[in-house]
């Protein structure tokens, strides 16, 4: 193997260890953060995880708030409101289904996204694929929490929404500017609700330490390793990858929560994921063009519109 094999080799295999550590570091964050339950609840580990991710895309994007124009402030609210109930309806979910089937559910919003404009057969039969594991989620059964899985389709919704309100945010307001300031006025609508929680129930050092540990890990790390990632290997690859994120949510859940998915759950989560890789394996490739691309005025990477690591949230929007 020549040199230069090796070190494409190289550089391919340290970039799927970079998406397989921002994958777990995203179900791990989410899975700590669960922990927190008892304590805080789902909404008080949300705000803290609103806080963490405002204070670092505040950083990252310092955007300019004076210059903002009307027109550029509209999507910028809409997209902070979705932002949180994005992030409470997904944690809100993983408290009543588990972090499996939640997480799975909430994948049903960019593949929605990237199955609605499509005529192709191969994406009609994966949009079956995906309904029909969502069905098999919702089947009556005793133990069936219909809440719950109302919830997490919610944060699917919204999760659709997020891309949609991203496309236009980056199309006005340049940089990361626009995500920087949503996520702000996102940690701010949850400001009361700590000053709440913190007055009526004052929380333990343990717990506030395992909702910051779910901000980072859910937040920071993966934002990082993402930049890492899609330097080193092709955007089909790490969407594809992406759509492996409800089993790797399952397995964290499993031995972190202990909470094991019956064979049907394991039956529906393998069909939406399926449904998920299935619809990028056969998506057509886009021509490489002669010149490389400019990078998009929103700051996102192109090749990441199925699924876009949103700031904090499955699992972006990972937001999970």
Avoid: K
Avoid at 26 to 39: C, E, H, K, S
Avoid at 59 to 65: C, I, L, N, Q
Avoid at 146 to 164: E, M, Q, R
């Amino acid at each position: 193997m020549s040199s230069a094999a090796a070190t494409t080799t190289a550089t391919r295999l340290s970039g799927i260890a970079a998406m397989l550590g921002s994958g777990l570091s995203n179900q791990t964050g989410a899975a700590i953060g669960a922990l927190a339950f008892p304590v805080l609840g789902p909404v008080g580990v949300v705000a803290v995880r609103q806080y963490v991710a405002a204070a670092l895309l505040l950083a990252v994007g310092r955007p300019r708030f004076r210059t903002f124009t009307r027109r550029q402030w509209w999507p910028v609210l809409l997209l902070a409101v979705v932002f949180a109930t994005m992030n409470l309806s997904l944690y809100s979910a993983v408290d009543r289904i588990g972090l499996g089937l939640a997480v799975t559910l909430e994948f049903c919003g960019p593949l929605a996204i990237a199955l609605a404009s499509s005529r192709r057969r191969a994406d009609v039969g994966c949009a079956v694929l995906a309904v029909a594991g969502v069905a098999a989620l919702m089947r009556p059964r005793p133990t069936t929490d219909y809440l719950g899985i109302g919830l997490g389709l919610l944060a699917a919704a919204c999760w659709a929404s997020y891309i949609l309100l991203n496309r236009t945010v980056g199309r006005r307001i340049p940089g990361t500017q626009g995500a920087a300031a949503a996520a702000g006025v996102s940690g701010l609508l949850f400001l009361p609700v700590g000053v709440v929680l913190a007055v009526r129930h004052p929380p333990t050092l343990g717990a506030v330490g395992c909702a910051v540990a779910a901000g980072v890990l859910s937040s920071a790390v993966p934002m990082l390793a993402d930049l890492f990632t899609l330097r080193r290997v092709p955007a089909r690859l790490f969407g594809l990858f992406m759509s492996v994120n409800p089993v790797l949510a399952a397995v964290v859940g499993g031995v972190v929560l202990g909470q094991a998915p019956d064979a049907v759950e394991w039956a529906s989560i393998g069909a939406i994921v399926l449904a998920n890789a299935l619809s990028l394996l056969t998506a057509p490739r886009t021509p490489r063009a002669p010149a490389p691309a400019p990078t998009p005025p929103e700051g996102r990477v192109p090749g990441r519109e199925p699924y876009p690591a949103g700031p904090g949230g499955p699992c972006g929007g990972r937001a999970g």
